[in-house]
């Protein structure tokens, strides 16, 4: 899940089909408050067996359930949040989607055409929550790894809060 191998798959293209799957399969039946809590306190308690410190965030029609910021956390990991969840709020996509999307075309994902960079982030970390017959109703956003760490926890938290055994 949160292997050493960040550096080596920051720069390995990701395949999108393989995220684009993510997205269509981690999907819950319905998504309330308490879903909220306990998919926010998945989130801490893998990042606390991993021994990684992260910030996690999760909105439902832009009102925020869920907040915790590990020791060490800053402002700016709350700024991190605030711009990849503003991106799949845009987008209908993962962060880590667009920033892979943009990075295998050759572009920039620091520099987003009609996107002020200021208010977006194309980096891993944030997912779109997808409630099944509904389609998105807010984000889980995680920050303060590289982004294809902070997504493979989202990734994690996702998965275990949903029963889903296996690869993605």
């Known amino acids: 899940m949160l292997g050493s191998s960040s550096v080596a798959q920051a720069e390995t293209a990701v395949d999108l089909a393989t995220l684009a799957r993510q997205e269509q399969v981690l999907q819950f039946d319905s998504f309330n408050n308490d879903t909220a809590f306990a998919l ?83 980096h891993g970390g944030s997912f779109p929550l997808i409630v099944k017959g509904v389609g998105r109703v807010g984000t889980l956003t995680v920050t303060g790894l590289p982004g294809p760490d902070d997504h493979a926890l989202v990734v994690a938290a996702l998965k275990a809060c949903l029963n889903i055994d296996g690869d993605l």
Request: proline share 1%.
């Open 40 to 122: 926010g306190t998945k989130v801490i308690e893998l990042a606390r067996a991993a021994n990684k410190k992260v910030a996690v965030n999760i909105t439902r029609d832009g009102l925020m359930l869920f907040y915790f910021g590990m020791d060490g956390m800053t402002a700016d990991h709350a700024n991190w949040i605030r711009r990849k969840s503003n991106l799949v709020n845009r987008t209908g996509h993962s962060s880590f989607y667009t920033h892979n999307e943009v990075k295998n075309s050759g572009g920039n994902y620091d520099n987003l055409p009609g996107l002020d960079m200021r208010d977006y982030a194309a």
